[in-house]
C-alpha cells in the first residue's frame, strides 16, 4: 500500500485496514488543527486505490474485518467512486463488517440524501464528522466552514441515510469567555441530529496552527483541568440523545462512556468526582499528545 505524509485516524479504526483515498483535506483552514499542513489536498484515482486494496489482500488475507478510508473528507470524492471503491472492498473482502471515511458539515451537504443512500446500498457504515462545536460564533472563529444550523442539516441527511454519524465534539475550543454558550449550543446540536455517537476532545493548541499563536499571545485562553471538566459536565448536562457517548481520547480529563441518557447520571457522578481532585494532579491544560 502507499501512503502520503503522515496518515490520521479515529482511535476506534485502531483495527481497521488504512487506505488512502484522499491526500490531505479539502478545507484544511480549521485554527486548531495541523493535522494535514504538509499535503496539498488531491483525490487519488480509483485504480490506484483499487491496487492498493488488492495490495492488502495478498499481504494480510483475511485479517481486517473494518476499513477506514482517509485523509480528510474522503466523502468529498464523487459518488460514482466512492460507491465503486466501497463496493470493491467489499468484493475483495467479503468479511467486512464495517466500511468508514471522514466528513465533515461542509462536504456532507455537497451530497444529496438520494446520493448518501447510494453509499449506504454500497456498504458504507459510517461517517466520522468533527463539528467541534455548536455555537455559531465559536464556528466562524475556528473558520470551521459550516454553521450550526448546517451541522444539524448535514447529521440528519447522513441519518436518513441510515449510515451511522459519529460526531466530535472539540472540549474547550471556544475558550473562557464562550465556555458556557459552547457547551450548550454543542448540545442542543447534538439533541437535534441524535447521533449514534458523540466522541469528546479537549483541545491542546498545536504549534503551527493560528490558534496556536492565539494562545500564545493571550488572546485565546485554554480552560483549566476543573473549567473543562465543567464544560464537559454542562454539555453531558444537557444532551437528550439516545446515543453513546464516549470520551475515547487521552486528551480528555474524563474518561465518561456509555449510553445516554442511562449512563447520563454515572457521567455526571464521575466528573463531580474528578471536580474534587487538585487541579496540579491532571496534565497541563497545553501539554499533551494527539
Known amino acids: 500500500m502507499r501512503y502520503e505524509g503522515v496518515v490520521y485516524r479515529p482511535p476506534s479504526e485502531a483495527g481497521s485496514l488504512l487506505i488512502q483515498a484522499t491526500i490531505g483535506c479539502p478545507?484544511?483552514?480549521?485554527?486548531?488543527?495541523?493535522?494535514?499542513?504538509?499535503?496539498?489536498?488531491r483525490i487519488r484515482p480509483v485504480a490506484e486505490i483499487k491496487e492498493d486494496i488488492d495490495e492488502a489482500q495478498t499481504v494480510y488475507g483475511d485479517a481486517f474485518?473494518?476499513?477506514?478510508?482517509?485523509?480528510?473528507?474522503?466523502?468529498?470524492?464523487?459518488?460514482?467512486?466512492?460507491?465503486?471503491?466501497?463496493?470493491?472492498?467489499?468484493?475483495?473482502?467479503?468479511?467486512?463488517?464495517?466500511?468508514?471515511?471522514?466528513?465533515?458539515?461542509k462536504f456532507i451537504l455537497l451530497k444529496s440524501e438520494q446520493e448518501l443512500q447510494q453509499l449506504r446500498a454500497a456498504g458504507l457504515n459510517r461517517l466520522h464528522s468533527g463539528m467541534e462545536?455548536?455555537?455559531?460564533?465559536?464556528?466562524?472563529?475556528?473558520?470551521?466552514?459550516?454553521?450550526?444550523?448546517?451541522?444539524?442539516?448535514?447529521?440528519?441527511?447522513?441519518?436518513?441515510?441510515?449510515?451511522?454519524?459519529?460526531?466530535y465534539v472539540l472540549i474547550g475550543i471556544g475558550g473562557r469567555e464562550r465556555s458556557t454558550e459552547h457547551a450548550k449550543n454543542s448540545a442542543r446540536v447534538l439533541n437535534q441530529i441524535d447521533p449514534d455517537f458523540i466522541r469528546l476532545r479537549t483541545l491542546i493548541p498545536m504549534p503551527g496552527t493560528p490558534l496556536y499563536e492565539d494562545y500564545r499571545r493571550g488572546i485565546f485562553q485554554l480552560l483549566t483541568p476543573h473549567e473543562a471538566l465543567r464544560e464537559t459536565r454542562l454539555l453531558i448536562e444537557e444532551l437528550d440523545v439516545t446515543g453513546k457517548l464516549y470520551s475515547d481520547h487521552n486528551s480528555n480529563y474524563a474518561y465518561v462512556n456509555g449510553r445516554l441518557p442511562m449512563a447520563k447520571s454515572k457521567m455526571l457522578q464521575a466528573i463531580d468526582y474528578l471536580l474534587t481532585l487538585p487541579e496540579e494532579q491532571f496534565r497541563p491544560p497545553a501539554e499533551g499528545s494527539l
Open 27 to 41: 478545507h484544511n483552514k480549521c485554527t486548531f488543527c495541523g493535522m494535514y499542513k504538509d499535503k496539498r489536498f
Open 65 to 105: 474485518d473494518t476499513i477506514f478510508f482517509p485523509d480528510g473528507n474522503t466523502i468529498l470524492m464523487k459518488t460514482h467512486e466512492l460507491v465503486e471503491i466501497i463496493s470493491y472492498a467489499r468484493e475483495i473482502f467479503p468479511g467486512l463488517k464495517r466500511v468508514t471515511m471522514y466528513g465533515s458539515t
Open 133 to 167: 462545536s455548536g455555537d455559531d460564533v465559536v464556528l466562524a472563529r475556528i473558520c470551521k466552514g459550516a454553521t450550526a444550523q448546517q451541522t444539524v442539516e448535514a447529521g440528519l441527511r447522513v441519518k436518513a441515510a441510515g449510515i451511522e454519524l459519529s460526531e
